[in-house]
């Protein structure tokens, strides 16, 4: 019983089943309530759940979080939003003092089941901080859980895993992927939460990708296999923890690797995989590890996003520059 909906309706459905399942899940956010979000992904959930469990916040994202760690210390499980990937920064410190380390902190008797929902990533025009990946940053910090779907059947599922976590949950958004449509079977049993997926099947090559970035990797294989070239597609799912079992196994299978994100190169996730890999599989890989994504700058205005933001020229660059060894 699947139905085809955009990943933002299938986060909207997964908050709602979650609100509709436990009394003890609450939405917290900027607009997230009358008005339903900034991209309506929690249309109608106040309307039909009430102000005391979708709560419109001040605009303050330290209050909005540090709300939130007080309520799961009384047993609530919240979901709040931070309305853009750029206002997250004044809520950093909660995040990583407080969110982070309660649990060892308390030497494990204290649980802090909260989601960070983020959208992220660039694409769709905006202004200065809209459009930033700063997942890295939350990835280096133990302690938190840091997970971004690339499609709706996952934004489902992943949402309510995420919810149902003990232990506090980045969840990073693909805002330019709100809009795209998939297939989702609300009846299914999903696979661990931080498993990376195989999406296509190839031998000469792995592009691994997470979020955004994985349906461009898909058009990138369309495109090389027009070429003859036979690329497998890699969506990790999870950048904290990272499924390096899946992209070991992979890499042994096509022995190159590519690693495609928006946020920055320089200390970005990809690193971090590129090392781990290289060590892995040293006597494996023919190529050495590249990496495709954003500059070292200050994401650009609108109508240079473009020229900043991995495309399909620079992807399938690297690729020949992979295969070239």
Same mark, same amino acid.
């Given at each position: ?89 004044? !809520?950093?410190? /909660? ?14 008797? %204290? ?13 769709? $025009? ?17 302690? #938190? ?14 949402? /309510? /895993?995420?919810? /149902? ?36 099947? $190839? ?24 070429? $003859? ?6 969506? #990790? ?36 995989? !590129? ?13 050495? %590890? ?13 109508? #240079? ?21």
């Amino acid at each position: 019983m699947a139905d085809k909906m955009a990943l933002a309706k299938a986060i909207n459905e997964s908050l709602r089943r979650a609100l509709d399942s436990d009394p003890k899940v609450l939405i917290m956010g900027e607009d997230v309530g009358k008005l339903g979000g900034v991209f309506r992904v929690t249309d109608g959930l106040q309307k039909d759940f009430g102000e005391s469990r979708v709560i419109d916040t001040p605009l303050a994202e330290s209050g909005i979080v540090g709300t939130a760690i007080g309520l799961a210390l009384r047993g609530y499980r919240p979901v709040v939003e931070i309305q853009f990937d750029g206002f997250v920064f004044p !809520a950093y410190d /909660q995040i990583v003092t407080q969110l982070a380390k309660m649990h060892a902190r308390s030497l494990g008797k %204290v649980k802090l089941p909260v989601v960070v929902r983020i959208p992220y990533g660039g694409g769709i $025009g905006a202004v200065e901080h809209h459009s930033e990946s700063p997942e890295a940053l939350f990835a280096h910090v133990a302690g #938190l859980k840091i997970v971004s779907p690339s499609n709706a059947s996952d934004a489902y599922w992943m949402m /309510q /895993q995420a919810i /149902q976590s003990d232990d506090p949950v980045i969840f990073f958004e693909p805002k330019r992927r709100y809009w795209d449509k998939g297939e989702v079977n609300t009846e299914a049993i999903p696979g661990p939460l931080h498993r990376a997926q195989v999406v296509r099947e $190839g031998a000469d090559l792995t592009l691994a990708a997470y979020g955004p970035m994985v349906k461009l990797c898909q058009e990138v294989a369309d495109a090389a296999a027009e070429e $003859g070239r036979n690329l497998e597609v890699l969506d #990790l799912r999870s950048v904290s923890p990272i499924d390096f079992d899946s992209i070991q196994a992979s890499v042994e299978k096509t022995r190159r690797l590519v690693v495609v994100h928006e946020a920055p190169v320089f200390f970005g996730s990809g690193a971090e995989i !590129a090392a781990r890999i290289t060590e892995r599989c040293f006597y494996h890989l023919e190529a050495p %590890v590249l990496r495709v994504g954003g500059y070292h700058a200050p994401y650009p205005p609108a109508r #240079l996003e473009e020229e900043y933001l991995p495309n399909l020229d620079r992807v399938l660059d690297a690729v020949d520059r992979s295969l070239a060894y």
